[in-house]
């Protein structure tokens, strides 16, 4: 890992940028001069979008930028693969999350749980903290035993009483197998398909337009980020990231607040 800009190599053929902690601050601001870079990147090589947000909350960013028709976007941390802008599910993995539940109501009885209906809805057993789930997201409250009535694409875990500190040790005490997880910036758990993470959309999404990883750019801020800044021919960690984020990536770059996405686009575009 590098924490300064590396000289300009040659121009990335795709870019991945994350959504949350990465385009847009955690008070869902945006800055001019990263949408103005965005859009400058996306009028010469595709970009991707992405997240871990389902779908009905990740168009509205797409739109915001103008991505181009006929793109792709990343969802739910990598379980959706979806078509810009129509939302056609070019891929989709799912799991049975019962035994994962069972576990939270154990260990985390007071943790609220939601899982990602197919219409970027969610099914929550509590409401979440306002635009924890995305500014505008539908919910509908059930009971724990109705959660899940079919394979999900992720299951989420989420306290505000706890501290990411505690999440990292709720992850340990659940000993979850089967499934990939991954611990965000507060106390959130995002459970997901075992082996699936944002560079398995990824793969789908550069098979579909041809291209290869190493010409792939990659920004990210979060956990969940990691995979996908391995996976890419360049990775960048937001100035904000975690250690481990960082040691993953191949430079770090300033944070969300100081237009850090802004600041590794105008290299090349």
């Given amino acids: 890992m590098t924490n300064g800009p590396r000289p300009v190599a040659a121009a990335p053929t795709v870019v991945a940028l994350d959504i949350d902690g990465t385009l847009i601050d955690h008070d869902e ?10 859009r400058r990147t996306a009028a010469q090589v595709p970009v991707i979008l992405a997240t871990g947000r389902a779908w009905s909350t990740t ?18 941390n990598g379980a959706r693969t979806l078509q810009y802008p129509d939302g056609r599910v070019v891929d989709e993995r ?9 576990s939270v109501r154990k260990y985390a009885p007071n943790a609220r749980m939601a899982v990602e209906e197919h219409d970027g809805s969610y099914l929550v057993t509590a409401p979440f903290p306002d635009g924890d789930l995305g500014i505008g997201a539908k919910i509908r409250v059930v009971g724990a035993d109705e959660l899940a009535p079919e394979p999900v ?10 501290s990411e500190a505690d999440f990292v040790q709720l992850a340990e005490r ?49 956990r969940n980020d990691i995979e996908m800044l391995t996976y890419a021919g360049r990775g960048i960690a937001m100035g904000s990231s975690p250690d481990e984020v960082k040691v993953a990536a ?11 996405v802004a600041a590794i686009l105008n290299r090349w575009f």
């Fill in 174 to 222: 659940l000993g979850l197998h089967g499934v990939s997880y991954f611990v965000g910036w507060t106390a959130w758990l995002d459970i997901a398909p075992e082996g699936v993470d944002k560079s398995t959309g990824l793969k789908v999404a550069l098979a579909q337009l041809g291209l290869e990883p190493d010409g792939l750019l990659a920004i990210g801020d979060g």
């Fill in 250 to 260: 191949d430079e770090v770059t300033k944070s969300v607040q100081d237009d850090g």
């Fill in 29 to 38: 601001q945006l800055s001019e001069a990263v949408v103005d870079a965005v």
């Fill in 153 to 162: 694409t992720r299951l989420i875990i989420r306290d505000p009483e706890q």
């Fill in 59 to 76: 168009r509205p960013v797409a739109e915001r930028f103008g991505l181009p028709t006929g793109g792709f976007v990343v969802c739910s």
């Fill in 94 to 102: 799912t799991f049975d999350p019962t035994t994962v539940i069972a």
